[in-house]
């Protein structure tokens, strides 16, 4: 009796506690169905201005659990659908049911982005200029490394493996990227050259590409002095999906005999080919996985530009409730390839040459070299929303590589004492809060080091190069003033520490306004701060077996300010069409940028800072498509102003014009055809300092690439035949490196 009594009295007290913290919340729930009454699975439900939200299961059914009481708006939206909104009073402890049925709407809805504020909105909405590429984009091209995808945006021009957005970097010789380069949100430029990984992506497995165009350092901190490059991948999708392609092709043989009779392969096919298989599905009902693999080979259109590469991605995704999401990107990559670094002059383009600077004791350097490099990543992140206002995230990094150069007489990798050992490490945790409708806050810290081994390195403490450590702190602060104009604040400190004795710190503040002035239209003014500490490579390599370059351990930080106005909007035309277009003018101005030059006293190069430049422009472009047909017009265009301040003259290595174009219609049923185009003024001043020992090294003229391709998707199973530089026009993308010529390559693909 008296056990009946303690176990009444104890469910009385917990029921007593219990109640009111129950009664403190409300819930929704309800079903989405489209216009025939068909339930839609996968929609997003979410109470707008929040972080709450959910996805609808397979019936269509919902249910939000833990609310606060009083008004709010649900919002309803899923691709291919108008969004609904619908206003609603929760009463505590009652629960609410909700229902949508959403009709069918064949304009996209506005892209989303996560890259120019660390959290997702709508692209229309962003104070700055943002491009994206979808997997469509990624597949009709065959993409198989970064360099050919960032070809096809507007104001961004590739120099080899050097990204230049809207003429920020010019050529710096393969050091230094003034592009941060980030995978799902986290850095992987290389640790020694502070390069970007172009081949070091999981292409099986990429949702999109966003390219911030303009400084980013107010959110993201240096190496985004001239804008970000952000790769997300796919989540772990509801049913188990799998991907393989394959792909084979060949350069065409060489048109000029003078160029042939240096080499005997340019008088044949050279081949390349590859294969990609891919596999996501969930392990459980909180766990995923997807797994990536590839491997290719290419002969090289150059003599000395063979290549073998095998690459590996795995992801681990956990999600034991709403609140909580975990997941673990780990990649891996093994490459041999043959560097081409410069030709032998205009009439022997295809062989590398040496330079005519040779050092007191020993031969002039040569224009190419082999290696053998390993590629390593690890980025681990925990998200916890812990409620409807406020989430965190931590996010770890670890990014490494190995190069190793081969012994030109066993063939053989020599040690990693005698290449470089490098990695990039860190963390970062960064919030997300709304403390009312129309406010949200993003802060963060970040901590980041280098710890890095080279033979081409001299320090004070000889070969072994440590630390550079980055502390950050930032901010961003985003308010509706108005139901049509929102602000934007931000701020980042930066903390370098270059060597025991020396450190450098910098402020990084950026402001944007964005005006709606049509329902899907907005104007944007925006001003920012960029900056860039020098990468390992400019600071301390001493060598002379391939480029001689000697060490600047004075170097001091590339600086950026930049203005920029515009506008984007997306319109209905003919029912059946939408018009995307976007158009913006930048003034950009920057102080102590990197460049090479030659010192005599010592024959050699050295990185200084002697520039003072600005770069004045304007950029437009404009998506045409029919979603039901899948058809494609898209238009872009960028002029440049850009000067050396501190010469009185045109900045080296910048085009005034570019114009890109591309096009996809499906002629009839599966079958569709495409053309890419992207035509570029020739540079309108070159750095002689080069041109002086390398023959021909200034010889740049205007690029007119046009590339062809046509289809068959048949749903399950998709072929392509693509002509690249179908006109084999011959030209350099780089001083001393003549670019890729006509190259055919047939795809297949299939995926369950």
Known sequence: MKRSASRFLLVAVLTAVAVPATAQVARVYGTVTDSRGEPLPGVNVVLKGTLTGT?????????????????????????????????????????????????????????????????????????????????????????????????????????????????????AYNTGSRVLMLLDGMPILTPDTDGVAFDALPFGRIERIEVLKGPGSALYGSGALGGVVNVITKPIPEEPETEVRTYAGAWDPVRYEVWRAGWDGADRYRVFSGVSIAHARRLSRVAGAWVNLSARQDEGYLNYSRSRMVTGYGKLAWNPSMAVRASLLVGLLVREKDNFLFWNGARDPLNPGSLAIAPPDGAA???????????????????????????????????????????????????????????????????????????????????????????????????????????????????????????????????????????????????????????????????????????????????RDFFPIVRNPTLRPERSVSYETGFRTTRV????????????????????????????????????????????????????????????????????????????????????????????????????????????????????????????????????????????????????VLVQNAFDYYYAERPAYLAATRRFTVQVAARF
């Open 55 to 171: 996805a609808t299961a397979e019936d269509g059914s919902y249910e939000i659990p833990r609310v606060e009481p009083g008004p709010w708006i649900i919002v309803a939206s899923a691709v291919g659908f108008r969004s609904e909104e619908r206003p609603v009073t929760l009463v505590a402890g009652s629960g609410m049911r909700v229902d949508f049925a959403l009709e069918e709407d064949i304009v996209v809805q506005g892209e989303v982005v996560v890259t120019a504020s660390r959290r997702a909105q709508a692209a229309v909405d962003v104070p700055a200029s943002v491009a994206v590429l979808s997997p469509r984009d990624l597949d009709r091209r065959n993409v198989i490394s970064l360099d050919d995808a960032l070809r096809a945006i507007p104001g961004v021009h590739l120099q080899e493996n050097q990204v230049n957005v809207r003429g920020s970097s010019g050529f």
């Open 365 to 543: 350097p040569t224009g190419s070299n082999d290696v053998f490099g390993n590629q390593v990543s690890v980025l681990p992140t925990v998200t916890h929303v812990t409620s409807g206002r406020f989430a965190y995230t931590v996010k770890g990094r670890l990014f490494g590589t190995v190069i190793r150069p081969i012994n030109d007489l066993t063939g053989k990798p020599e040690p990693a004492s005698k290449g470089t050992l490098g990695f990039r490490y860190g963390g970062e945790v960064q919030a997300n809060w709304s403390p009312a409708r129309g406010s949200e806050a993003t802060f963060g810290a970040a901590r980041d080091a280098l710890a890095t081994r080279s033979t081409f390195y001299v320090t004070e403490n000889g070969d072994d190069t440590g630390g550079q450590p980055e502390t950050a702190v930032f901010g961003q602060w985003e308010q509706d003033v108005s139901s049509t104009v929102r602000t934007t604040a931000g701020l980042r400190y930066d903390r370098y520490d270059v060597d025991e004795a020396n450190a450098v710190e910098r402020m990084s503040p950026k402001l944007g306004v964005t005006w709606r002035v049509l329902p899907q239209g907005t104007l944007r003014l925006a001003y920012g701060h960029g900056f860039r500490v020098p990468s390992l490579a400019e600071r301390f390599t001493d060598n």
């Open 573 to 720: 035309v003919a029912g059946a069409w939408s018009v995307e277009v976007d158009a913006a003018a930048f003034w950009n101005e920057y102080w102590d940028l990197i460049e090479p030059r030659l010192e005599t006293r010592v024959r050699a190069f050295q990185f200084v800072n002697l520039t003072r430049a600005r770069i004045r422009g304007f950029e437009a472009s404009a998506d045409v498509r029919r979603e039901d047909r899948g058809d494609l017009l898209r238009l872009g265009y960028t002029w440049l102003d850009a000067d050396d301040l501190s010469l009185g003259e045109a900045l080296a290595f910048r085009s005034r014009h570019q114009f890109t174009a591309s096009l996809d219609v499906r002629v009839t049923g599966p079958w569709e055809v495409g053309a890419d185009a992207r035509l570029m003024s020739a540079a309108e001043r070159v750095d002689t300092d080069f041109a002086r020992f390398v023959p021909d090294a200034d010889l740049l003229v205007p690029i007119r690439v046009v590339d062809f391709r046509a289809g068959w998707n048949g749903g399950t199973w998709r072929a392509a």
